[in-house]
Structures are given as structure tokens and as C-alpha cells.
């Protein structure tokens, strides 16, 4: 059976910041290293916990890692070392390898008999006793650098000091956590040092805990590279009890009224009557608004006054919801709501009012209809957004780079590690309850950038089936969706690439295969065992590092498969390319969100007006009034489903819709805010695809 939602089709392009890798570690070459000064870690406290991702560059280094009078951590012969000031000392058992990631943590508990842990990799290696405890110095903390050892050679990832000791519990969710500074006094109040080696949003060197706390680095090389240490796309987990609210009311980025676009990424574990999304509203009467979720897996968008989806969403699967409020009129105000990037339904509600109360994500002001699931990328914008630029921005984090410009306004919430405003917009959240989720969860369909870096994704052709793998109804098998390219360009297989976004519980059970019109055929994804169960990325053969490479936690936004897009090599783009998602085995499902082609020279935003096949008689009425209905023609099974899409001059999609057809005919509205000017029409059938040119007056 197939998905109730059909296929879109959108262009991407000229998006911002483009960057190749997305992770950033510290290169030490012997001589360089790390200094801070902090009363916070010159204070008196009785236990410390230390943690660090180390790479060391020689097998059985000795080499310091982190320390300053009051300790040392190291490497001795390979293996991970920690003393005091007052004696005593910890080795592990592993030994760490040239070029090999390795997390430890030392948890050490003060007092005499105090119990000192270390653990690799989040598992416990080794317990010693301490017979007394190390008194406090007043000097600098480093990193690359400690007493009574060499410099550190090789790569350093996410240091961390906290004040007590961390459990076991907490070492083994969080060891491949991405962290931010900004913000981290309010998630983590014990934390009193953390280095990720990644610009932060409001900082231009790289900062430790605190606003204005920058460390002096000394020769020191930041390097990009795909993460093997910790996953920078993270998410929100709500236990069914918990919330997010703002730290302060009466911000302006969200206190306002009029035009609106509210958008986020939801995953429901469990359904109750009702639960909340997010409230506005205060409490008690409503004068904002609130979005929610009821009637068993419904949205509903309520002012004075409520509207539910017509689509029922279903557990355990992401969905992303948008809801866009056009100009008040008369008291009253127009929405749409989409779900997936389509349009789902339209009403009117009364316009909602500002107010200066605070946000709440994920329950309601009253401590009830609370959320259980996941949620990422929650988003209010100050203006009305078109539907292209929700499927356009839909895989890619909202922030300061990529963000619109005055007097337009965005707060986006990534929960990348953090709880502030990606975009700078808006105030910080505190948490009740909350957490982010673990690496052996799941990962949300964005691309796994970091809160510093952008997405590479330029000129890309871009399609959002949102389709079940295996199809719906079926325990295993195979789905296809496929992408119609006009105007052909000879293909450089040496910068040919695939946006591939998708999820599947288990994904050794997960083929993917790319067809193009020739029909010949490259294997993009071959039963990896991806980590977070999903993958967000470019598929770029000419990256080094590999699917197949199990060490990578993250893989966007680019990464090597394990082939080659040669067989394309100097064979035309145009034609029907067809992706294949097979499910070789029973019991598992997932979904094929949104998959895409960059084929280099295509100028895929430009002359989608001289292209073949435009029949220019077909559509009645032509010239056309704006918000008149059009018949097109199309040869299509009666009361089949055909997909339509409008594109202005200049190429760029500016509305779709799907109907039904009747007889040779399907009819279509034209929106009433257009410029009057020339427009192409697209429709889509099962069988073929038709293309006209229409005049709006």
C-alpha cells in the first residue's frame, strides 16, 4: 500500500558556511598545549571526575594529557595514568594504540580510603584506593601539558572536569554526548572545566565554562575531521513528566503578534489524550497559542479556538510539523498546517495576542499533558514562511549563519548539546526532567553539524517521500521513489553526489540502491550498522573516510561509501534516476525521508521555462486571474492521485498541492498573493509528467 503522503519535490541552493567535516579536535605536536586559570578549579573541592577523548599519534606513548599542581593525567607506556599531589595512583589495563579514540574518565572520591575509578570507553577498567586526599593549588589548569610529564602528542576531543564523582551510570550515557559551553552551567551545574575545541555561538576563540572565559592556546592546531568521539546531533528526551521552559518572559523574539511559522521534529513513543507541544498561552485563558497532540496521534493548533490534522501520525517514527499563521485580518487569522513539508490542512482561527509569557515545550503551564517522546529543532519565526522554504530547510539546523535578516526574526532550539537559541534570538531554557538523548537511542533527520558549522548542501535536487521502509503492509521487501531530470547535463562522476536522509531500527537489514536512466546502478548503503539508527549526509565518493568505517558516530554532512559513482561517468543526467531501499529481512521498519542528486554544472534554478514538452495550449483558463481555479490535462486512472507544483521565472517552487483526477482533468486553485507574470505548471501522475505554461494577470 502506498504512503498516504506523497513525494514532493523542491531545489536547494546557495546555502551558507559549506563546510566538508564537522567535528574539531586539538592537534598537540609535543611542544604545544592548552592553559586556563579558574578559581573554580583552584576551589576546595573533595572529589573530581576527568574525562577526555585522547589519540595518541606513537603506540605505548608516554605523554601528558590534562593536570596543573594538584594532578596529573597522562599516558605511561599506552596506558592511562592518574597521581596527586598526595600520592597514590591509577593505571588502566588498556593499553591505547597509535591512532586509536579512546574515552577515559577518573572519578576520585576525596578522604582517606577515597575510591579512585577509571573507566574506558563508558565500562569500568580499573578501581584503586587512595590513602589520602590532594589539597588544592592555586596555578593554572592545562590540556596537552601536566607536572612530571612530557607534552602530549596527537589529538585531544571534549575535556571535561566536574566537581564529585560521576556515576557509572551517567559516564556510559554521556561519554559520546557532545556538550556545549555556552549554556552547560544550567544542564550541568557541576561541571566546572569543559574544552570542546569548537568555536561556540557567541565566542571567537574556544571557550571553557563561563561567558568570557577564553583558554590561551599555544600552538595548537584545530582540525576538522569526521567525528569518531561524540555525536553533535542530539535531541530531547521527555519521560512523560517532564518540561522545557524559558529562564525569562516578555522576550520580544517570541512575545509578538501577527504573521508566524512554528516548526519542529517530533517523535512520540506513547499516546495519552492529549499532549502538549508547545504552550504559549500562560496558562489560563489563552491569548497565545498552543500546539499539541490529541486524539491519538493528531496535531492540534489552538488560539481562541482549535483545528486538528487531517493525517493521523503514527509512534516511534519523526515527523516533521509546521504551522504557519498569515497576517490578522479583521481579528481573525488564516493557518496552515504541514506535516512532512506538505500541506495537511488549512483554517481560520481567532488571531492570537502577545503576551509576555514564557515558553514551555513539552507540557502544558498547568503540569499536565505532558509530551513522551523526542523532540529537535523547535523553531518560531516572526513571519510567514512559504512551503519551499520549510522542505528546503528542513534537514539542516537553524543558526546564526543561515538565518534570515532583520526584521525578520527566528529562535531555534537545536538541543545539539545545549539549550539555548541557536540563532542567537531568544532566551535560554531550563529543564525539568529532562535529557538529551543517548548515542544508542536515536538521532533525529538533520545533519549532524555541530553547533558551530553549516551544512553542505548546494545545488542539490532534493525529494521528500517520506516513505515506510518496508512499504506499508509488509514485513521485508523493496520500495522505489524516483526523480524526473529534463534538461540532461554529461555527468562528472568525480563530483557527482547523494543526500541520502533515513532511519531504520535496524539498519544492518538496509540496502540502498541508486539507478540512473541508463539504468545502471551504485550501492549507496550496504547493511551498515549506523550509529543513532538513522543517517543524514552526502554520500561523497571522494571522501577518505568511509560508511564501513564502524569507529563514526556521525556521518554528515559528507562521508565516502564504499564505491563509486564511475559507472555515471560521461553518460547524461536526463531521465527518470530511481532510488531502491531494500529491507532484506522481517520483524524491523523505518523510513525513507528525503534522498537528493548534485550533478555538477546543472543549472537546476535557471530556464525551467525553454524546457521540452511545454504545451502552452493545454490550460484553461490561460491568461488566469490570481486565485481562479485552472483545469490542466492529464491521462491519468480515473480518481488516481496527481501531484502538482508551481515554479516562477526564475525556477524557483513557490507552491504543490495534490488531487485528484477526474476523467482527463485535474483542477487546481492559484494561489492569490502571486505577481502577475509567467509560471509553470508540473503535474505528476503515476504514468507521466506533464509541464505548461500559464500567464497570471
Given at each position: 500500500?502506498?504512503?498516504?503522503l506523497?513525494a514532493?519535490?523542491f531545489?536547494v541552493?546557495?546555502l551558507?558556511?559549506a563546510?566538508t567535516h564537522?567535528n574539531?579536535?586539538a592537534?598537540?605536536n609535543?611542544k604545544?598545549y592548552?592553559?586556563y586559570f579558574?578559581?573554580?578549579?583552584?576551589?576546595?573541592?573533595?572529589?573530581?571526575s576527568?574525562?577526555?577523548?585522547?589519540?595518541p599519534?606513537?603506540?605505548t606513548?608516554t605523554?601528558?594529557?590534562?593536570g596543573k599542581?594538584q594532578?596529573?593525567?597522562?599516558l605511561?607506556?599506552g596506558?592511562?595514568?592518574g597521581?596527586?599531589n598526595q600520592?597514590?595512583?591509577?593505571?588502566?589495563?588498556?593499553?591505547?594504540?597509535?591512532?586509536?579514540w579512546?574515552h577515559?574518565?577518573?572519578t576520585?572520591?576525596?578522604?582517606?580510603g577515597?575510591?579512585?575509578k577509571l573507566?574506558?570507553?563508558?565500562k569500568i577498567d580499573?578501581t584503586r584506593t587512595?590513602?589520602s586526599?590532594?589539597?588544592?593549588?592555586a596555578d593554572?589548569?592545562?590540556v596537552?601539558?601536566?607536572?612530571?610529564?612530557?607534552?602530549?602528542?596527537?589529538?585531544?576531543?571534549?575535556?571535561?572536569?566536574?566537581?564529585?564523582v560521576?556515576s557509572?551510570?551517567d559516564?556510559?550515557?554521556?561519554y559520546?554526548v557532545?556538550?556545549?559551553?555556552?549554556g552547560?552551567?544550567?544542564?550541568?551545574p557541576?561541571l566546572?572545566?569543559?574544552?570542546t575545541f569548537?568555536?561556540?555561538?557567541?565566542a571567537s576563540?574556544?571557550?571553557a565554562?563561563g561567558s568570557?572565559?577564553?583558554g590561551t592556546?599555544t600552538?595548537?592546531?584545530?582540525?576538522?575531521?569526521?567525528?569518531?568521539?561524540v555525536r553533535h546531533?542530539?535531541?530531547?528526551?521527555f519521560p512523560g513528566y517532564?518540561?522545557?521552559?524559558?529562564s525569562t518572559?516578555n522576550?520580544?523574539?517570541?512575545?509578538f503578534k501577527?504573521?508566524?511559522?512554528?516548526?519542529l521534529?517530533?517523535?512520540?513513543t506513547?499516546?495519552?489524550?492529549r499532549m502538549m507541544?508547545i504552550?504559549?498561552?500562560?496558562?489560563g485563558?489563552?491569548s497565545?497559542y498552543q500546539?499539541?497532540?490529541?486524539?491519538?496521534?493528531?496535531?492540534?493548533?489552538y488560539?481562541?479556538?482549535g483545528a486538528n490534522?487531517k493525517?493521523v501520525?503514527?509512534?516511534n517514527?519523526w515527523y516533521?510539523?509546521?504551522?504557519v499563521g498569515?497576517?490578522?485580518?479583521?481579528?481573525n487569522?488564516?493557518?496552515?498546517m504541514y506535516?512532512?513539508?506538505?500541506?495537511?490542512?488549512?483554517f481560520?482561527?481567532?488571531?492570537?495576542?502577545?503576551?509576555?509569557?514564557?515558553i514551555?515545550?513539552?507540557a502544558s503551564?498547568?503540569?499536565?499533558?505532558?509530551f513522551?517522546?523526542y523532540?529537535?529543532?523547535v523553531?518560531i519565526y516572526?513571519?510567514?514562511?512559504?512551503?519551499?522554504?520549510i522542505?528546503k530547510?528542513m534537514?539542516r539546523p537553524?543558526?546564526k549563519?543561515?538565518q534570515?535578516t532583520?526584521?525578520?526574526?527566528?529562535v531555534a532550539?537545536n538541543?545539539?548539546?545545549?539549550l539555548?537559541?541557536?540563532t542567537g534570538?531568544?532566551?535560554?531554557?531550563?529543564?525539568q526532567n529532562?535529557?538529551f538523548a543517548?548515542t544508542t537511542?536515536l538521532?533525529s533527520?538533520l545533519?549532524?553539524?555541530?553547533?558551530s558549522?553549516?551544512?553542505?548542501m548546494q545545488?542539490?535536487?532534493?525529494k521528500?517521500p517520506?516513505i515506510?521502509?518496508?512499504?506499508?503492509?509488509?514485513?521485508s521487501?523493496?520500495i522505489?521513489?524516483?526523480?524526473h531530470i529534463d534538461?540532461?547535463?554529461?555527468?562528472?562522476?568525480?563530483?557527482?553526489k547523494?543526500f541520502l536522509?533515513?532511519?531504520h531500527n535496524?539498519?544492518?537489514?538496509?540496502?540502498?540502491?541508486?539507478l540512473?536512466?541508463s539504468?545502471?546502478?551504485?550501492?549507496?548503503?550496504?547493511q551498515?550498522?549506523?550509529?543513532g539508527?538513522?543517517?543524514t549526509?552526502?554520500?561523497d565518493a571522494?571522501s577518505?573516510?568511509r560508511?564501513?568505517?564502524?569507529?563514526?558516530v556521525?556521518?554528515?554532512?559528507?562521508?565516502g561509501?564504499?564505491?563509486n559513482?564511475n559507472?555515471?561517468n560521461?553518460?547524461?543526467?536526463?531521465?527518470t534516476w530511481?532510488?531502491?531501499v531494500y529491507?532484506?529481512?522481517?520483524?524491523?521498519?523505518?523510513?525513507?525521508?528525503?534522498w537528493?542528486?548534485?550533478i555538477?554544472?546543472?543549472?537546476i534554478n535557471?530556464?525551467?521555462?525553454?524546457?521540452?514538452?511545454?504545451?502552452?495550449a493545454?490550460?484553461?483558463?490561460?491568461?488566469?486571474g490570481?486565485g481562479?481555479?485552472?483545469q490542466?490535462p492529464?491521462?491519468?486512472?480515473?480518481?488516481?492521485?496527481?501531484?502538482i507544483e508551481l515554479?516562477d521565472?526564475?525556477g524557483r517552487?513557490?507552491?504543490?498541492?495534490?488531487?485528484?483526477?477526474n476523467?482527463?482533468l485535474?483542477t487546481?486553485?492559484?494561489?492569490?498573493?502571486l505577481l502577475s507574470?509567467?509560471y509553470l505548471?508540473?503535474l505528476?501522475?503515476?504514468t507521466?509528467?506533464?509541464?505548461?505554461?500559464?500567464?497570471v494577470?
Amino acid at each position: 500500500m502506498k504512503y498516504s503522503l506523497i513525494a514532493s519535490f523542491f531545489f536547494v541552493c546557495n546555502l551558507l558556511n559549506a563546510q566538508t567535516h564537522w567535528n574539531s579536535t586539538a592537534k598537540f605536536n609535543g611542544k604545544s598545549y592548552v592553559s586556563y586559570f579558574s578559581s573554580r578549579l583552584n576551589a576546595s573541592h573533595q572529589s573530581f571526575s576527568f574525562e577526555a577523548w585522547v589519540k595518541p599519534d606513537r603506540d605505548t606513548a608516554t605523554c601528558s594529557i590534562m593536570g596543573k599542581g594538584q594532578y596529573t593525567i597522562a599516558l605511561a607506556g599506552g596506558k592511562v595514568y592518574g597521581t596527586t599531589n598526595q600520592g597514590g595512583t591509577i593505571r588502566s589495563k588498556k593499553i591505547v594504540k597509535a591512532n586509536e579514540w579512546v574515552h577515559f574518565a577518573i572519578t576520585y572520591q576525596g578522604g582517606t580510603g577515597g575510591s579512585v575509578k577509571l573507566y574506558i570507553n563508558g565500562k569500568i577498567d580499573t578501581t584503586r584506593t587512595f590513602s589520602s586526599t590532594m589539597f588544592p593549588t592555586a596555578d593554572s589548569f592545562f590540556v596537552g601539558r601536566a607536572p612530571y610529564a612530557p607534552k602530549f602528542s596527537g589529538e585531544i576531543d571534549e575535556v571535561r572536569v566536574w566537581a564529585g564523582v560521576r556515576s557509572a551510570t551517567d559516564i556510559e550515557a554521556n561519554y559520546r554526548v557532545h556538550l556545549t559551553q555556552k549554556g552547560s552551567a544550567i544542564i550541568h551545574p557541576t561541571l566546572l572545566y569543559i574544552q570542546t575545541f569548537e568555536s561556540d555561538l557567541e565566542a571567537s576563540g574556544y571557550l571553557a565554562t563561563g561567558s568570557n572565559d577564553v583558554g590561551t592556546m599555544t600552538g595548537v592546531t584545530i582540525g576538522n575531521v569526521p567525528s569518531a568521539t561524540v555525536r553533535h546531533n542530539d535531541c530531547i528526551y521527555f519521560p512523560g513528566y517532564s518540561w522545557l521552559e524559558s529562564s525569562t518572559t516578555n522576550d520580544s523574539s517570541l512575545t509578538f503578534k501577527g504573521p508566524i511559522t512554528i516548526e519542529l521534529w517530533v517523535h512520540p513513543t506513547a499516546f495519552d489524550t492529549r499532549m502538549m507541544l508547545i504552550d504559549m498561552s500562560g496558562g489560563g485563558n489563552v491569548s497565545g497559542y498552543q500546539l499539541s497532540m490529541v486524539q491519538q496521534g493528531r496535531f492540534n493548533f489552538y488560539t481562541v479556538g482549535g483545528a486538528n490534522s487531517k493525517n493521523v501520525i503514527a509512534l516511534n517514527t519523526w515527523y516533521h510539523v509546521a504551522i504557519v499563521g498569515e497576517t490578522p485580518s479583521a481579528g481573525n487569522q488564516n493557518f496552515k498546517m504541514y506535516i512532512n513539508g506538505k500541506l495537511d490542512e488549512s483554517f481560520t482561527l481567532t488571531a492570537f495576542n502577545a503576551n509576555n509569557y514564557k515558553i514551555r515545550i513539552g507540557a502544558s503551564f498547568s503540569n499536565s499533558d505532558y509530551f513522551i517522546g523526542y523532540m529537535d529543532e523547535v523553531r518560531i519565526y516572526n513571519y510567514a514562511r512559504s512551503q519551499s522554504d520549510i522542505l528546503k530547510e528542513m534537514h539542516r539546523p537553524l543558526l546564526k549563519g543561515n538565518q534570515a535578516t532583520y526584521p525578520k526574526t527566528a529562535v531555534a532550539y537545536n538541543f545539539d548539546g545545549h539549550l539555548y537559541s541557536g540563532t542567537g534570538k531568544g532566551p535560554e531554557l531550563d529543564w525539568q526532567n529532562c535529557r538529551f538523548a543517548k548515542t544508542t537511542e536515536l538521532a533525529s533527520p538533520l545533519f549532524s553539524t555541530g553547533n558551530s558549522h553549516d551544512a553542505e548542501m548546494q545545488t542539490y535536487r532534493i525529494k521528500n517521500p517520506f516513505i515506510p521502509i518496508p512499504a506499508s503492509g509488509m514485513t521485508s521487501g523493496i520500495i522505489t521513489d524516483t526523480m524526473h531530470i529534463d534538461n540532461g547535463k554529461k555527468i562528472d562522476a568525480s563530483k557527482f553526489k547523494v543526500f541520502l536522509s533515513m532511519y531504520h531500527n535496524n539498519t544492518e537489514d538496509v540496502k540502498v540502491v541508486l539507478l540512473s536512466p541508463s539504468n545502471d546502478s551504485v550501492v549507496l548503503v550496504n547493511q551498515h550498522n549506523l550509529t543513532g539508527k538513522q543517517m543524514t549526509c552526502l554520500l561523497d565518493a571522494s571522501s577518505s573516510y568511509r560508511l564501513s568505517n564502524s569507529n563514526l558516530v556521525e556521518y554528515g554532512p559528507a562521508i565516502g561509501l564504499d564505491n563509486n559513482y564511475n559507472i555515471f561517468n560521461d553518460k547524461n543526467s536526463k531521465g527518470t534516476w530511481t532510488l531502491k531501499v531494500y529491507d532484506k529481512n522481517f520483524g524491523y521498519t523505518g523510513i525513507l525521508f528525503s534522498w537528493g542528486l548534485h550533478i555538477e554544472g546543472e543549472a537546476i534554478n535557471s530556464g525551467i521555462i525553454k524546457q521540452s514538452g511545454i504545451n502552452n495550449a493545454s490550460a484553461y483558463p490561460n491568461p488566469i486571474g490570481k486565485g481562479q481555479s485552472i483545469q490542466l490535462p492529464i491521462q491519468e486512472v480515473q480518481n488516481s492521485m496527481v501531484h502538482i507544483e508551481l515554479y516562477d521565472i526564475q525556477g524557483r517552487l513557490i507552491h504543490m498541492t495534490n488531487t485528484i483526477a477526474n476523467g482527463n482533468l485535474v483542477t487546481m486553485q492559484m494561489p492569490e498573493h502571486l505577481l502577475s507574470g509567467q509560471y509553470l505548471i508540473r503535474l505528476q501522475g503515476s504514468t507521466q509528467t506533464i509541464s505548461t505554461i500559464v500567464i497570471v494577470e
